[in-house]
């Protein structure tokens, strides 16, 4: 049991190393007849690659991703159209250092999956981190961008909220906003301070964790499956997959037990026919099924384990020992969480609808 595919109907399966020759998916459940290029791919990993500004890693890579099956020149309509079978993707990688991490290769990094992989395995790739390594995440943000495609009229859109300590002012949001910053916050007020307080992190060797809110409209109700195929369920896994996640809550989440059940009860009223919700605590999703309301996640990302400052570990074969990582690394791996975050809904709700489709026929 190798652990590296995620979801049913739509399925994606990842391969590679960061400091590898290349890194990729497999999606497999993809419908057919469905127009697909390159370049359509190529806007959402442009989102996430590294090197996009100071607050990112150094890395220059600039992240183009091949098609390699999948998909067919279709000469009635004069486009690329998928065909039903497995879509490989590759993106190559260009730029590694792994002398960076020869230092290292016997030492175990706190906060880092570096010991736990050689608990496991008895063998780890110490170039990066490889598997564990948050380069892995290209290859979901470009099965993202083929589930988008599944569900055409649902918007998914991530931001980021909150750096460290530093939360941004909620009356502020403006979706807008999120593509003319390299925080992809909604809150133009946010930028200055979290500039300036990055900007002492990584002077200081140091790094930040960060919140990322992930928001889908346009989800009909009906999709997801009681009791142990729901929606929310299969959105947390999704989330806590993610490199360096270490929590995940959907709607009100934790502050929902700060509620009194009248407040946290989302009210119902008939308007047009259809029936509404006055709020939304339950952050579109009730009993695991989708209510027709924005689903709305939110994940905390840790703070990047791979640090200057000196941390006591240990070696691989047991001796005490301090440890210093060199290399280029993100100060606040939670900036480019964003279009990860957003990957992952996007295919947990192609493949809920995939779900929903064999199981009642509905479009």
């Not at 419908?31 to 590294?50: F, N, S, V």
């Not at 995440?137 to 991530?158: D, H, L, Q, S, Y």
């Not at 009993?287 to 941390?311: C, D, H, N, W, Y």
Request: charged share 20%; net charge neutral; glycine share 12%.
């Amino acid at each position: 049991m190798s652990y590296n595919s995620f979801g049913h109907m739509f399925r994606m399966t990842t391969f590679g190393e960061s400091h590898g020759p290349a890194l990729g998916c497999v999606v497999d459940g993809c419908p057919p007849g469905i127009q697909l290029t390159a370049a359509e791919i190529q806007a959402y990993l442009d989102k996430r690659k590294p090197g996009q500004s100071r607050f990112t890693t150094q890395r220059r890579e600039p992240d183009e991703v091949k098609i390699l099956s999948g998909v067919f020149e279709d000469e009635r309509t004069g486009g690329q159209v998928t065909t039903g079978t497995p879509i490989a993707l590759v993106i190559e990688n260009v730029d590694q250092r792994s002398k960076d991490y020869s230092a290292i290769r016997d030492k175990f990094r706190p906060g880092h999956a570096d010991f736990t992989y050689f608990a496991k395995y008895g063998v780890r790739d110490y170039r990066g981190g490889g598997r564990s390594s948050a380069r892995e995440t290209a290859a979901r943000v470009a099965a993202g961008a083929i589930a988008r495609k599944i569900i055409p009229n649902v918007t998914v859109r991530g931001a980021l909220i909150q750096i460290g300590p530093h939360k941004i002012d909620r009356t502020h949001w403006n979706w807008d906003e999120v593509d003319r910053n390299p925080f992809f916050t909604p809150d133009a007020a946010a930028v200055q301070p979290w500039s300036a307080y990055l900007d002492e992190v990584r002077k200081a060797g140091s790094s930040a964790g960060a919140i990322v809110e992930v928001v889908a409209t346009g989800v009909p109700p009906g999709w997801g499956a009681p009791l142990y195929g729901k929606l929310d369920q299969d959105i947390a896994a999704a989330m806590m997959s993610i490199n360096a996640v270490k929590g995940v809550e959907i709607g009100a989440g934790f502050a929902a037990a700060l509620l009194a059940g009248e407040e946290n009860a989302d009210e119902m009223r008939m308007r047009h026919g259809k029936a509404e919700f006055s709020t939304n605590h339950a952050g579109g999703i009730l009993g695991g099924i989708s209510t027709g309301q924005e689903i709305v996640v939110r994940f905390a990302v840790k703070p990047t384990s791979s640090i200057l400052s000196p941390r006591k570990t240990v070696t691989a074969t047991g001796e005490n020992t301090d440890i210093v990582t060199t290399g280029r690394h993100d100060p606040c791996v939670g900036i480019r969480a964003v279009p990860v975050g957003e990957a992952m809904l996007a295919i947990v709700l192609a493949d809920h609808f995939l779900r929903h489709r064999g199981q009642t026929g509905a479009q």
